[in-house]
């Protein structure tokens, strides 16, 4: 057990040491898969374990309630009555509804208000009148990014305690950089989820177009595409537009695929965060992003290539194109993608955590 920690949370101001007396028992809303939250709840779990806190899981993994997400927060309310639980915090955003002691739950982002995002009404309707309430009545809202927070204090109504604690990036991809090679194939790599904000089909209808314009390209994906990405994967494919449906990968694999690639290109229209370009900075593999609010910010103004969030495909391709024909253009970002990737650390994540939980907890 440690016996003071001070975090660094980017204001330049100076931390007092946390006691030992500040480490606070919780329990916590185990219930998410491997990736994305999960990887945010395993890093700050292990993290404040190892600042002296006591962490209670609620359940040891998604199983049995992996399908029944809309009434989750019921559910963890009658978990926590059941223990003796004194203080929840959630690495996601399911708040408990119905419990009365101090709760801390952290939200990545609002994206499911966002009928861009969600065209599902009723899925907006549920997290508008049922979840957003509950964020309300917590004790204090974590999040990733000055954007999201800025969506936090819009749609939660109320005055919500928010703190920006930020992501970290696994070590595995900082030990998969390896010495570039160019090569008669322009490698590019899309990595996430197929939801329309996404915008993964301007990605494919890019490659495509780019690869006519003399260098052949291959786009790894993720595996599982809906029925109109396989169509439209079929319609592009041809012999200078090669697609690779990758299975799904542990991180070290993950880390080593994305560092054989020339280029990752993400397309969205917003992010809450935007971890995997942070990746990619990481293991030395230049990234192609939209200029989304607070973009240039995570990414670093001069650590990343940008093109407008609402881009046409014609748009992307020509910017693809443009990299794919000029390694020294291509190159540049990389020494200050790297120097950004270091300042994300899991560590620091886990000590402004910490810290909200010292000021919070019973």
């Known amino acids: 057990m440690l016996d003071t920690a001070t975090a660094d ?5 100076a931390t007092e040491p946390i006691s030992d007396l500040s480490r606070a028992a919780l329990w916590v809303d185990d219930l998410w898969e491997e990736s994305g939250i999960g990887t945010f709840g395993h890093h700050v779990l292990g993290g404040l374990e190892q600042l002296g806190h006591v962490v209670h899981r609620l359940s040891p993994s998604v199983g049995a309630w992996q399908n029944l997400t809309p009434a989750r927060p019921a559910l963890l309310a009658a978990a926590l009555r059941r223990s003796d639980a004194t203080t929840f915090f959630s690495p996601g955003f399911y708040p ?3 419990w009365s002691g101090p709760k801390i739950v952290t939200v990545h982002d609002l994206q499911y208000l966002d009928p861009r995002v969600t065209p599902n009404a009723a899925k907006r309707l549920y997290f508008r009148r049922l979840l957003v309430p509950a964020l309300a009545r917590c004790d204090a809202l974590l999040t990733v990014s000055a954007e999201s927070a800025e969506a936090l204090r819009a749609h939660v109504p109320g005055n919500p305690d928010i703190t920006v604690v930020g992501e970290g990036i696994e070590s595995a991809f900082f030990n998969a950089r390896r010495d570039r090679a160019q090569g008669e194939t322009f490698r590019v790599i899309y990595v996430g989820n197929w939801l329309s ?5 301007v990605i494919i209808r890019a490659c495509a177009a780019a690869a006519v314009a ?6 790894s994906l993720p595996g599982q595409p809906p029925a109109a990405m396989a169509t439209l994967l079929r319609e592009t494919a041809s012999a200078t537009f090669g697609i690779h449906l990758r299975d799904r990968l542990g991180v070290a694999d993950l880390a080593a695929e994305i560092a054989s690639h020339d280029l990752l290109v993400l397309a969205s229209r917003t992010e809450g965060f935007g971890l995997t370009p942070l990746e990619a900075q990481a293991a030395g593999v230049p990234v192609l992003v ?3 609010a ?6 670093g103004r001069d650590a990343a290539h940008y093109v407008d969030p609402l881009a ?9 194109t443009s990299l794919a024909h000029d390694e020294a253009e291509l190159t540049s970002t990389i020494g200050a993608g ?11 994540v886990a000590d402004r955590v910490s810290r909200v939980l010292a000021r919070v907890a019973r």
């Open 290 to 292: 939209s200029d989304f």
């Open 338 to 348: 790297l120097q950004n990737a270091n300042r994300h650390q899991w560590t620091d």
């Open 294 to 299: 607070g973009a240039r910010s995570r990414f």
């Open 96 to 98: 408990p509804i119905g």
């Open 214 to 219: 003399g260098r052949r390209i291959e786009l």
């Open 197 to 201: 904000h996404k915008r993964v089909d």
């Open 9 to 13: 949370l980017g204001d330049g101001s």
């Open 312 to 320: 046409e495909p014609a748009a992307l391709a020509r910017r693809i």
